[in-house]
């Protein structure tokens, strides 16, 4: 409606006095075009951000996601070109974050202290190897891993909450195959009111990953030596997320990326790579190629693909464990045996984030979504009808790279750049370079610094090679510090009175 002259001009007086920008984002997320959250099995009612990012695993075990995708405000991404790292996690994530539930100073606080000890002021920084394909190079944090990025803004956020809401004690629970692990455990040791339980597969992880965790002696931190694999482990978090006793009195809370919180902290670098591998003004999508093992990494590039990131393919990279794969070849998402490999931060067989993206291919319908995951949980194979299929390969396309294909990418790379990929991310150039896109530029996750997998590189490039090769002095020092670990069955019943001990 038009304007008396008067309120005009106390408007254009408002207008000059705040910044336009920061009016109209207060606005946005005062709003409701923030998102409520579901779980994806319809069992339980809606909640805010803060709820759910504390609620974890859903009590019906399902997985929180938004009641909607907000869109990008108009202009966006390309206005936000030239943002640091942080400035453009908090434009992002306030997308989901309501100024009700975490005001802008308080959630830019929380923003800035989580990146403020990662070794590149890019935070996430890309190297460009060649003209069609640059790396994303998501090991600059605390343990040289991608789950950095979002773990250690978890570990603030949940601190933050805890504070909020006068809560005296989480004990956040998870299930790590190597990497988790370390980041949860960086991220939160020392904070205020968290107890740390970290489920690892005993002999599973490499011995630098493994140290990663066990060396951290913090009070509140515990480090559990599962005797099985990480299948095994998530499985027992999970089901004890679904005691509600047991849930309820000792308060837990999640890590993994069953957590909310994690996904959304990821979808940050995605727009953020888009913003740097491509010049002013330009509209042309890009592909991604993601080294997959859980599915949240590459859903956090869905999320960001729907607010609007002009994305064309994204590739699903499996080792050979490949469930996914399989799926997006054949539509049959059944169990195997765990095969250990060269990367083993993705020797999972059970990928728990793909619950949230078949979700979104149902139509966001829940009770489709649980008979799905019902049969699933009872025979160990889901089968999607030819609707659902159709519409998981029309956003994503999928490669299996087995691990001699795993060295002859490290050893080629390094030959060519001098550039040294981890197994991890060589799963990601690998299938970047076997699938087909009409993307002008590929973008491929590094997911974690080579030095983390030492024994792997010197596989692949030779011991002559190895020599050049110089191991940060982080992760060099880490066979001489004193360690602490709990071998322990694997046994949720087991596993549930140590808990309890070690709470008492």
């Known amino acids: 409606p038009s304007l008396s002259l008067s309120n005009s001009l106390l408007y254009a007086m408002f207008m000059r006095s705040f910044n336009k920008a920061r009016v109209l984002r207060h606005l946005r997320r005062s709003f409701s075009s923030t998102p409520m959250y579901v779980s994806t099995r319809g069992g339980m ?27 990008f ?47 590149s002021p890019d935070i996430t920084p890309i190297t460009t190897l060649e003209d069609d394909l640059a790396i994303l190079e998501l090991f600059h944090g605390p343990t040289f891993a991608f789950k950095d990025v979002a773990l250690q803004f978890l570990g603030n956020l949940f601190e933050y909450l805890l504070t909020q809401r006068n809560i005296e004690l989480m004990t956040v629970l998870g299930a790590t195959s190597g990497d988790t692990g370390s980041s949860a455990i960086h991220g939160l040791r020392g904070k205020k009111g968290v107890e740390c339980f970290v489920l690892y597969p005993d002999g599973r992880t490499s011995p630098i990953q493994e140290r990663q965790m066990t060396t951290v002696l913090d ?15 998530q499985n027992i978090v999970k089901a004890l997320f679904s005691d509600p006793d047991f849930k309820k009195k000792y308060n837990l809370g999640a890590v993994n990326s069953i957590n909310w919180a994690r996904i959304l902290a990821q979808t940050v670098y995605y727009v953020y790579a888009y913003l740097k591998v491509t010049p002013s003004g330009e509209t042309d999508p890009v592909s991604f190629s993601v080294p997959t093992g859980n599915f949240g990494d590459i ?77 699933f949980e009872a025979t160990g194979e889901l089968i999607g009808d030819e609707k659902i299929v159709a519409a998981c390969k029309a956003e994503m396309k999928s490669a299996m790279v087995p691990d001699d294909e795993v060295l002859t990418t490290i050893d080629s790379y390094y030959k060519k750049y001098g550039y040294v990929l981890d197994p991890h991310s060589a799963i990601g150039v690998a299938a970047a370079n076997k699938v087909d896109t009409n993307a002008k530029r590929m973008v491929s996750l590094a997911c974690a ?36 670990k709990y071998p322990l069955k694997n046994d949720k019943d087991v596993i549930k009175q140590f808990i309890i001990d070690q709470l008492a």
């Not at 994530?93 to 830019?108: A, G, N, Q, R, V």
């Not at 009070?219 to 482990?233: C, P, S, T, V």
């Not at 080579?450 to 792997?456: D, I, L």
């Open 299 to 375: 859903l956090a590039g869905y999320y960001a693909k729907e607010m609007g990131l002009p994305v064309e393919d994204l590739v699903v990279a499996t080792n050979e464990n490949d469930i996914l794969d399989r799926f997006f070849k054949s539509g049959s998402y059944s169990r195997r045996d765990c095969q250990e490999t060269l990367s083993p931060s993705m020797d999972i067989t059970i990928s728990s984030n793909f619950e949230r993206f078949l979700y979104h291919m149902c139509g966001n319908d829940a009770a489709q979504l649980k008979d799905m995951m019902t049969t």
């Open 73 to 119: 405000p108009e202009g966006a991404p390309e206005k936000w070109r030239g943002l640091r790292f942080q400035d453009l996690a908090y434009e992002v994530m306030s997308c989901y974050i309501p100024e009700s539930e975490i005001p802008e100073k308080d959630l830019k606080d929380i923003i800035e202290r989580s990146y403020s000890k990662f070794r």
């Open 449 to 484: 610094h080579w030095g983390k997998f030492p024994v792997a590189v010197e596989r692949a490039v030779g011991k002559e090679a190895m020599t050049d090769l110089k191991l940060p002095e982080t992760l060099a020092s880490l066979d001489s510090m004193e360690f602490r």
């Open 45 to 71: 009612e809606k909640m805010g951000f803060g709820d759910a990012v504390l609620q974890g695993l859903a009590s019906d075990r399902g997985l929180m996601v938004p009641t909607h995708i907000p869109k």
């Open 219 to 233: 009070k509140n931190i515990h480090n559990i030596a599962l005797q099985g694999n990480f299948d095994d482990a």
